[in-house]
């Protein structure tokens, strides 16, 4: 099983008119900075705040009407639970969310809004697939994974068709991507855009330092697992190793991995504040954060990067600009 | 002397490719408070994160090459100041701005940033229009007004163009448009867009309840003036009476002004943060504060909404959220 670009097109062709196409954004300053032309896709400019949209409406579309009647089940710190629970409501079927009680406050009261149903539980003490399962097992909801599906992938890949081709329409293809990488499901879909259109082109995730997975698993070969003990402030990056057909495409389509510290995630979202005038949450700004710590090689050349969500508390948001205030 | 839709699309094709050409969004939440479509203008992604990069770039660019030697001066609380510095920039000429010592620290920094040289001065005791025009005496430099100006009314007015255009491609022309106001140069290009474009549609300016000037000024059918004690969180809207040429335009096409507190004020930077994922300072916010408290017809109707700005210090800002953990 693997995902073709022709599933992400079949998938752009779903979500057309309903998923927001959102733009590509330029600054100064970060061109100054990098030496290159960066091209921003703000994916949290997308409904609920973050991409995640575009894989859960992607995947709840394709359900029958038998299926929609009973509706799905998914796990999620907060941005697939948005994305589920937005789509669900669109397409008018029940939704059933398994949040960590630590989510970010938004990404909960976002959810709720949304009219899904939300079941809280202990991240240390529960096994989220184990509530999930026994929803599912009682309710007969599907269960929506938040990055191992083929359909997840192919819709998330719908922001690299967009930003392939709005880079085109400002002067050609890129020559480095850069994007998050939680479970890996983004970045298969976009990665999986980019070797077919653009081969030419490196793709480069990007990881918290204590959530580098993907990067152990570049380098051994195998896939890796994170500590079950790692802390960071990428809440939506905390996956704990990637996922099986995530793994399979990105072992062979991402040129590489690097990974940032909350203190440069900090640091990010406090340059985004004050340059970009968007709001990015953690998880959302690492591909930034490697951007600016100059560690990629950027001059002269055109950089896609993605930032991938906005949905962060103000508490954390403004002790990030308190502690930046140049950055 | 007035501003015509010739000079707009004049305007256009000088800062076409210069200017950011600022997407249309939209939101969700937005549409379901107001009942209505709302088609946001974000020109806080303007360069200079305000829409002020416009109209000074197509006054620059009209200078001759020995006016380009010699430069330009200009007054401004700090967003005027910013496309001035970064127009004098781009066109290779130099340039100094009068700014008030109480102008938030970032708009100086942004200003000083961009190369251009700064004259302090004491907002109470000191007066801006002399200074400039003591330093356009010595120097030969020529002032550039924040407003009142053909030239700067007409780049302000491709904010307007290219929303009418934008809104054209998703459907349909707006019902109403609703603008910030502080000088006036602003909605005096953008409703000079409207009336010609779309003769039906209405044009809102929306102002700080403490320089109701341009309010205050449609019911007498005179200019008014604003007491020179009056404050407000919007420092980007504190022009002291509407500008001359300004007003003869906005007295004609503009429909309605209508005011908002800074209470209010803050909330809308509060959602813009929460919901749009944008950030908003408190000028650019007014006319989203205004749709917010609901005092416009908005059910079933287009509406195209401009915030201005995104230049605010994060002290400021993070209040805001602060005061509104629900926006």
């Not at 575009?54 to 941005?79: P, W």
């Not at 406050?105 to 096994?127: D, F, H, P, V």
Request: glycine share 10%; hydrophobic share 40%.
């Amino acid at each position: 099983m693997t995902v073709t670009l022709a599933d992400i097109q079949a998938a752009a062709r779903r979500i057309e008119g309903v998923a927001v196409k959102t733009p590509l954004l330029s600054s100064l300053e970060l061109d100054r900075r990098t030496g290159g032309q960066v091209f921003i896709k703000p994916e949290n400019l997308q409904h609920i705040g973050a991409f995640k949209f575009r894989g859960a409406y992607n995947r709840l579309s394709q359900l029958n009407d038998v299926q929609r009647q009973v509706g799905v089940v998914a796990f999620s710190s907060g941005n697939h639970a948005q994305g589920v629970a937005l789509a669900a409501r669109m397409l008018g079927m029940p939704a059933t969310i398994v949040m960590p009680e630590d989510a970010p406050s938004i990404k909960i009261a976002g959810t709720r809004s949304l009219g899904a149903q939300i079941r809280l539980y202990n991240r240390r003490q529960e096994s989220r697939e184990q509530i999930a399962g026994q929803i599912a097992a009682d309710s007969g909801q599907i269960i929506v994974p938040a990055f191992d599906d083929p359909d997840i992938i192919a819709g998330q890949g719908t922001c690299g068709l967009e930003l392939i081709a709005q880079m085109q329409e400002r002067g050609g293809p890129p020559d480095l991507v850069i994007c998050p990488v939680g479970g890996g499901g983004l970045i298969a879909g976009l990665s999986t855009v980019v070797k077919e259109l653009v081969p030419a082109a490196q793709v480069c995730g990007v990881e918290p330092e204590s959530f580098d997975d993907h990067a152990r698993s570049l380098s051994s070969g195998q896939r890796q697992q994170n500590t079950g003990s790692a802390t960071s402030i990428c809440d939506s990056l905390m996956a704990p190793m990637p996922g099986e057909l995530t793994w399979s495409i990105n072992s062979r389509s991402v040129d590489r991995f690097v990974t940032v510290s909350d203190r440069q995630v900090e640091q990010a979202i406090a340059f985004a504040f004050r340059y970009l005038k968007l709001v990015v949450e953690p998880g959302g700004a690492v591909a930034l954060a490697a951007l600016l710590q100059g560690g990629l090689t950027t001059p002269g050349r055109r950089i896609g990067l993605v930032l991938s969500g906005g949905n962060v508390d103000p508490e954390l948001f403004c002790r990030c600009l308190d502690r930046n205030p140049e950055p």
